[in-house]
């Protein structure tokens, strides 16, 4: 309880991809007096991080903070540890479905005669509103995302497909013609999981898609 009561005040942010993670940090942490900022990624903790500056407590430093502080009667990084093994289970399966969305028809083409070679069931959706249908209907475990389309475009369906908690867990890869690093980091703030640029190469392809958890 010392450790957890010298806590009090200090503004942390925890940041952690699994909602999971995050909530039981958040729990533990608030229980302890701090004030919380939740942060989904990189490049969300550095969005946020110039307006709440975390890190500094009012007696004039953040000391050490242990990993066996206690939560619930059991460490907090036990709690960690069987949230992520609880998080891994739900999600066991490997690629196998892909949800191929291009509008234009030869990509689309070139992404399934490279799949199928490799044993993956591939899907199509030539729209981002379409992408945003079938990621449900379909359940893929995998969504390749262009980003140029009309209507909704592909950053704004990773967006939403990535937010929704029936499809959230879906990783999404954009492949895409636009190169400019912004764009790029404006990908992954969408919650994309990596991101390539056309012309694809269809080694590079398949070794990402399989390096997907």
Not at 45 to 59: E, V, Y
Not at 101 to 122: A, I
Not at 179 to 189: C, F, S, Y
């Amino acid at each position: 309880m010392g450790e957890a009561a010298n806590l009090a005040g200090v503004k942390v942010m925890v940041i952690d991809d699994s909602n999971t993670i995050r909530r039981s940090a958040e729990i533990f942490l608030v229980q302890a007096g701090c004030k919380v900022i939740l942060a989904e990624d990189g490049f969300d903790a550095l969005s946020k991080i110039t307006d709440h500056q975390p890190g500094a407590r009012p007696n004039g430093g953040l000391g050490r903070i242990s990993h066996q502080a206690l939560y619930e009667g059991q460490s907090f990084e036990n709690h960690r540890r069987a949230c992520a093994r609880s998080h891994l289970r739900r999600f066991p399966m490997p690629v196998k479905k892909i949800l191929i969305v291009d509008d234009s028809p030869t990509d689309r083409q070139f992404f399934m005669e490279t799949l199928s070679k490799h044993g993956y069931q591939c899907v199509t959706a030539e729209s981002g509103e379409e992408a945003i249908a079938k990621s449900k209907s379909e359940k893929p475990d995998l969504i390749l995302m262009d980003v140029v389309m009309p209507g909704t475009n592909g950053f704004q369906a990773t967006r939403a497909i990535t937010r929704d908690e029936a499809t959230k867990h879906i990783p999404v890869i954009v492949v895409t013609s636009k190169n400019q690093e912004t764009d790029k980091v404006w990908g992954m703030r969408q919650g994309a999981k990596d991101y390539l640029m056309k012309p694809i190469d269809a080694k590079e392809l398949v070794a990402k898609i399989a390096a997907i958890k």
